[in-house]
């Protein structure tokens, strides 16, 4: 099955010029987020199989990536040029997406990359005046009061504590990532985690005023997933009972409502209350990630944690 997989990526997706076509629109595009997904796909299947090919793949992916980022006019800008800011988003998911491609090939692109995005997530995103790790910042990491610059986006935060608490154990558990980490989770637990109705709420405003989006305060499945990895991370890290409790927390509230009892899968979008809002198990946003990745990640911690 991952043959056929890495093979229809590679040949049926990988469009001249370096673009991945992921849903088959009429115009690909170039999509950084794409490439870094197909970039861990053939990383993992070069592991699984042993197929070098493969691993030089996702590597060429990867500095394709960083070429596009590092070219101007190549990406369509995100953000009006009237404002100069950057987001969180695409220096949180180089860590995980080079990490993942240095377990099948060493390259010094991918260590640089992965200290390069951590200094900059502390320079730059962390805003210890909120207690948060913000989404969008000025280009010198100043805070934009404005509806974009006061959002955070707690399962963004918690999926990035947890990709820098893997860092910190590749490093035998390096000290200062692992305080680095540790202070992201709780700040995003502390603003994200619902005390009235429980799960990792989608957005909240640093002032405390009302965020924009309209879905704001809706439970979606991927904010979760993230959260019982990265408590589990940190338990393994601190072996403080805090972050176990967190753990059994978030699993149970998750377990409790997004599984589709009857028909199996889990759906993706829930109400505030946990009730479901939208009972699709799938579309261009929900795919078979979050959910398989928490699932692997919890096994592979769980054993490592159990005697």
């Known amino acids: ?30 999509n950084v987020s794409d490439r870094g997904f197909a970039a861990i796909a053939m990383e993992e299947y070069a592991i699984a199989s042993g197929e070098r090919e493969y691993a030089e793949k996702a590597l060429k992916l990867f500095k394709d ?10 990406l369509e800008p995100k953000y009006w040029n009237t404002v100069q800011s950057k987001g969180h988003s695409i220096v949180m998911i180089l860590i995980n997406t080079a990490s993942r491609i240095r377990a099948a090939i060493a390259d010094p692109a991918l260590d640089k990359q992965i200290d390069d995005s951590i200094a900059l997530l502390q320079k730059d995103f962390m805003h ?14 100043e805070f934009i009061d404005t509806i974009n610059g006061r959002i955070i986006n707690p399962g963004h935060c918690i999926e990035t504590s947890w990709f820098i608490l893997e860092e910190a154990k590749y490093r035998n558990w390096d000290k200062q990532l692992t305080d680095m980490a ?18 990792i709420i989608n957005f909240r405003d640093c002032r405390n005023l009302p965020p924009q989006d309209y879905a704001h305060d809706m439970k979606f499945w ?45 759906y993706g979008y829930l109400h505030r209350d946990g009730t ?18 928490m699932m692997t990640k919890g096994y592979e911690l769980c054993r490592e944690l159990l005697p």
């Open 1 to 30: 099955m991952a043959n056929g997989g890495g093979t229809f990526l590679s040949y049926n997706k990988v469009i001249p010029g370096a673009y991945i076509n992921f849903v088959s629109a009429s115009k690909a595009t170039v």
């Open 65 to 74: 990536i960083q070429r596009f980022l590092n070219t101007p006019g190549v």
């Open 128 to 141: 210890p005046e909120f207690n948060a790790l913000l989404e969008t910042v000025g280009s010198n990491g």
């Open 182 to 199: 540790l202070t992201i989770l709780d700040w995003s637990w502390e603003w994200g985690w619902d005390k009235e109705y429980g799960g």
């Open 222 to 266: 991927w904010p979760q997933t993230e959260a019982i990895i990265a408590s589990l991370y940190a338990y393994q890290a601190t072996k403080d009972e805090k972050y176990l409790a967190m753990h059994r927390q978030v699993s149970d509230w998750t377990y409790a409502h997004f599984p589709d009892h009857e028909f199996g899968e889990w």
């Open 276 to 293: 479901v809002s939208q009972p699709a198990k799938g579309n261009i946003f929900k795919g078979p990630f979050h959910i398989p990745r």
